[in-house]
Nanobody, 127 residues
Framework: QLQLAESGGGLVQPGGSLRLSCAAS????????IGWFRQAPGKEREGLSC????????NYADSVKGRFTISRDNAKKMVSLQMNSLKPEDTGVYYC????????????????????WGQGTQVTVSS
């Protein structure tokens, strides 16, 4: 069974950067697309970005496009989310999860079909 664990969250000022990591254990992660998600206080979980099994294809929600970059290193069993130009509205708990296919879902930001959720890492953007 694939297990995922997020790390790298913290407190950052507006305009700052953070790099989140999603580490895999158990089954090989190169059989899955991986997505990053965010849940802000009092809001539903939203999909931010997805990367296919090889890393050749990525997608982003409009809210993070141009600011966030997803990448993966299957040899290291790691998926990263580089977050730049952070805004207070980026505050929330960030999760990674594995999709049930090699490619990402057709609809950017979809949550259905993702499994093996990590425990989440808190990101707070505040001055």
């Amino acid at each position: 069974q694939l297990q995922l664990a997020e790390s790298g969250g913290g407190l950052v000022q507006p305009g700052g950067s953070l790099r989140l990591s999603c580490a895999a254990s158990g089954w090989s992660m190169d059989s899955y697309a991986i997505g990053w998600f965010r849940q802000a206080p009092g809001k539903e979980r939203e999909g931010l970005s997805c990367i296919n099994w090889s890393g050749a294809h990525t997608n982003y929600a409009d809210s993070v496009k141009g600011r966030f970059t997803i990448s993966r290193d299957n040899a290291k069993k790691m998926v990263s989310l580089q977050m730049n130009s952070l805004k207070p509205e980026d505050t929330g708990v960030y999760y990674c999860a594995a999709y049930v296919a090699l490619g990402c879902p057709t609809r950017v930001g979809a949550i259905d079909g993702f499994d093996s959720w990590g425990q989440g890492t808190q990101v707070t953007v505040s001055s």
